[in-house]
């Protein structure tokens, strides 16, 4: 139960250092410079996956821990606490920030802190939560199969982990942003709607949970089938089937 609560603490951990760093940045630059905010979260990314990732994968984002359970590397009850934890951590991060930074700046990129053009105005003319949703479910997959290729769920970190996941954190960032705010994590979305609540962000939270789920399963199965690391039996403590009298 020990080895389980560090995990799961862990992930909150990092959550929280990934959503004050991203938010911190936004709310800095008021939402302006677009590669200070990408350094920002791919940095925390990054040094979350080095600090953290011996200890629970360094998951952080629940697209990547629901990838990484379809895969069949970690247990139902691990994603849930994992999803669990990782919201917390958000929540608190987001939080911290607008209670840190003067509340005029924290309102100014309150909706940028997690929207984008396609989904920021509704009566704007780049308004488009179609395009939103394929872009959020396409970095997405991008981001769980750069963690398939050096994480493994966690079991076989690499001395590159950090810098790829992070580096393909970035990535996303400088070039969908501007459109969707790049989140690719429902938690990084969740913490600042529930720290900041506003209408734009609400009326469009269903987009930045489901393109961001949808992309990390296809990318779990995708990868798992690629690299042939599909489960080959049983976890262990399952019970075994049955053998047929002889």
């Known amino acids: 139960m020990q080895a389980d609560a560090r995990k799961w603490v862990a992930e909150l951990i990092g959550t929280f250092f990934l959503t004050f760093a991203g938010v911190s940045a936004i709310i800095g630059t008021q939402g302006s410079n677009l590669l200070v905010i990408a350094f920002a979260h791919g940095g925390a990314l990054a040094l979350a996956v080095y600090a953290l990732g011996p200890v629970s994968g360094g998951h952080v984002n629940p697209a990547i821990s629901l990838s990484v359970f379809v895969a069949g590397k ?6 849930v606490a994992y999803i669990v934890f990782q919201l917390i951590g958000a929540t608190l991060g987001a939080v911290l920030a607008a209670a840190i930074f003067p509340g005029g700046l924290v309102n100014t990129v309150s909706d940028g802190a997690t929207l ?35 994480v493994r769920g966690g079991d076989k970190m690499t001395a590159a982990s950090g810098l790829v996941i992070g580096g393909t954190l970035f990535t996303c960032i400088m070039f969908g942003g501007a459109w969707t705010g790049a989140s690719l994590n429902p938690a990084r979305t969740m913490g600042p709607a529930i720290a900041h609540p506003t209408a734009a962000i609400w009326g469009t939270l269903w987009l930045y949970w489901a393109a961001p789920l949808i992309g990390g399963a296809v990318a779990g ?24 009298p002889e």
């Open 74 to 79: 970690m247990s139902a009850r691990d994603l």
């Open 116 to 150: 984008g053009a396609f989904t920021q105005n509704a009566a704007s003319s780049t308004y488009n939560l179609g395009s939103a949703f394929a872009l959020e479910l396409v970095m997405t997959f991008f981001l769980a199969t750069a963690v398939a290729s050096v």
């Open 221 to 244: 199965i995708v990868n798992a089938w690629v690299r042939d690391d599909m489960p080959k039996s049983p976890p262990a403590g399952a019970a075994e089937t049955p053998k047929a």
